[in-house]
């Protein structure tokens, strides 16, 4: 199993999430194995929790694209590590001026996916913050300074986010899910990305989607976490903030049907592209890595 902390890589791999990895990309129409499910003992978390001195979690908005970013940290960490889950390049000197208005220091700027609606802003932080490290999923065959593969965790203080391979919208798409532990925040979090949408879900007609893979890949990696679970998508389009497992699993539209109803949903949306998808698609595959100008 990979252990980012702080910006050591800790080896050895689990053969077993090797294999996962590679089962679920030759395999679309197989169903994906689950994690084991856990209880957390913790009581640190967000706002609702018991006591939230432990972790600071902030959801800010980008309006153009409808893009959800998230800002954790591990506050009770003397050098208050924090994570950036799926910046975009328009808001980036928001992000930053956050982070230092708190007093954070920023280690890593993750992605869900290759996203197709707007430029990732990683590229933009790593020339402001060098020190911090870009992060993908490796199925997602992007470049990064690290690539994560299912059941990698991301190591942030003494925090971590757990790395689910959650493919179907895009093949690399992963979940980021908060820890199970006495030190780690409760209710857990889920950083769905756009596998799993507030009552929705991602689109599958693009960057090899799947709506059966997607289908399995919602109920097997993200259904099977504790139904308390908060869920954090990367977008939102009717003004919802968080759902929770137990909540899309009883009134989600589409997920709730079998997956033979389902796939027949996916394949009718008739969605046009998105807007920017020749543009953020082949700046999102270098993830930050690109060579890019220094503003004035």
């Known amino acids: 199993m990979l252990l980012l902390r702080s910006h050591r890589f800790l080896l050895p791999r689990c053969l077993a999430y090797s294999a996962f990895v590679s089962s679920y990309k030759s395999a679309l129409g197989s169903p994906l194995p689950s994690l084991p499910r856990r209880r957390s003992m913790a009581k640190y978390g967000t706002s609702a929790s018991p006591s939230p001195s432990r972790v600071l979690l902030r959801q800010l908005f980008e309006k153009e694209s409808s893009t959800y970013t998230y800002l954790l940290a591990d506050l009770a960490h003397p050098d208050k590590p924090a994570v950036l889950v799926d910046p975009v390049d328009r808001t980036v000197d928001r992000d930053i001026s956050l982070v230092k208005e708190l007093g954070l220091k920023l280690i890593y700027a993750v992605n869900t996916h290759v996203h197709a609606d707007h430029v ?36 942030f203080g003494d925090l971590f986010l757990e ?3 959650t493919p179907g919208h895009t093949q690399g798409c992963v979940t980021y899910v908060t820890g199970n532990g006495p030190d780690q925040p409760y209710p857990r979090m889920a950083f769905t990305g756009d596998a799993l949408l507030i009552h929705g879900c991602g689109r599958t007609d693009f960057q090899a989607g799947n709506s059966r893979q997607l289908y399995q890949s919602v ?23 968080v759902s929770t497992v137990g909540e899309e699993m009883l009134y989600n539209p589409r997920l709730t049907k079998d997956e033979e109803a389902f796939k027949s949903i996916m394949e009718n949306l008739k969605l ?21 100008p220094t503003k004035a």
């Open 272 to 292: 046009d592209y998105p807007k920017m998808m020749d543009v953020a698609v082949p700046a999102n595959m270098v993830c930050g890595l690109q060579d890019l």
């Open 120 to 155: 990732t802003g990683t590229g933009l932080i790593k020339k402001k913050m060098p020190e911090v490290k870009s992060v993908i999923s490796k199925v997602s065959n992007a470049k990064a300074d690290h690539v994560v593969e299912h059941g990698d965790k991301i190591y």
């Open 219 to 241: 109920h097997s990696q993200i259904f099977t976490l504790p139904k308390e679970t908060l869920i954090y998508p990367a977008h939102d389009y009717k003004g919802f903030t």
């Open 163 to 165: 790395v689910r391979a």
